[in-house]
T-cell receptor, first 118, second 112 residues
Framework: GAVVSQHPSWVICKSGTSVKIECRSL??????MFWYRQFPKQSLMLMAT?????????EQGVEKDKFLINHASLTLSTLTVTSAHPEDSSFYIC??????????????FGPGTRLTVL | RKEVEQDPGPFNVPEGATVAFNCTYS??????FFWYRQDCRKEPKLLMS???SGNEDGRFTAQLNRASQYISLLIRDSKLSDSATYLC?????????????FGTGTRLQVTL
């Protein structure tokens, strides 16, 4: 149980295009989803926290107009990187936590999406 | 100062060796502590939670010292499959969902 999927697993795009990444909780209702970014040899950095049906809360230094997050249902959150540039190339990982007491507030991670912007 | 600091390594050890990783955190209000394992180009996976009383899971032992704000992970009888990056993670519970703060990780390479 507690499986989180991400799609696509990798994407290569031209500079200036927008890229949408999906994060799905497959077997539980995700009340909160988190989006992280990891550059090579660096730690995972939290970008934003999203609760179903409400606006995402962005971490300091993360542009909300550039990284659009939508959490329209209890099983799906999307991250759209708008007008992507080479410096946005990174490993984007989502995680989800559910409301079940059995889940104990643990975050379950998706497999990540590797974005390369040419 | 980083919120969670770890020695990046790499630690190169022979199979069967015992290896210890350390981690320090700066936020004294941190509530929960974990070790995660991350393989190359993969997502992090929870290895174990860390408690002041210590936590042992097979060959892995984790310890928390709140006074020193210090967390440790001990791996006994290292296996080749233990090669990975080990991430020290702390949370400061905020409402119903805890924000995880990750260290940069310590890379372990176990060799024959």
């Amino acid at each position: 149980g507690a499986v989180v999927s991400q799609h696509p697993s990798w994407v290569i795009c031209k500079s200036g295009t927008s890229v949408k990444i999906e994060c799905r909780s497959l077997d539980f209702q995700a009340t909160t989803m988190f989006w992280y970014r990891q550059f090579p040899k660096q730690s995972l950095m939290l970008m934003a926290t999203s609760n179903e049906g409400s606006k995402a809360t962005y971490e300091q230094g993360v542009e909300k107009d550039k990284f659009l997050i939508n959490h329209a249902s209890l099983t799906l959150s999307t991250l759209t990187v708008t007008s992507a540039h080479p410096e946005d190339s990174s490993f984007y990982i989502c995680s989800a936590t559910g409301r079940s007491s059995k889940m104990n507030n643990e975050q379950f991670f998706g497999p990540g999406t590797r974005l390369t912007v040419l | 100062r980083k919120e969670v600091e770890q020695d990046p390594g790499p630690f190169n050890v022979p199979e069967g060796a015992t290896v210890a990783f350390n981690c320090t955190y700066s936020n004294s209000a941190s509530q929960s502590f974990f070790w995660y394992r991350q393989d190359c180009r993969k997502e992090p996976k929870l290895l174990m939670s860390v408690y002041s009383s210590g936590n042992e899971d097979g060959r892995f032992t984790a310890q928390l010292n709140r006074a020193s704000q210090y967390i440790s992970l001990l791996i006994r009888d290292s296996k080749l499959s233990d090669s990975a990056t080990y991430l020290c993670v702390v949370t400061a519970d905020t409402g119903t969902a805890s924000k995880l703060t990750f260290g940069t990780g310590t890379r372990l390479q176990v060799t024959l």
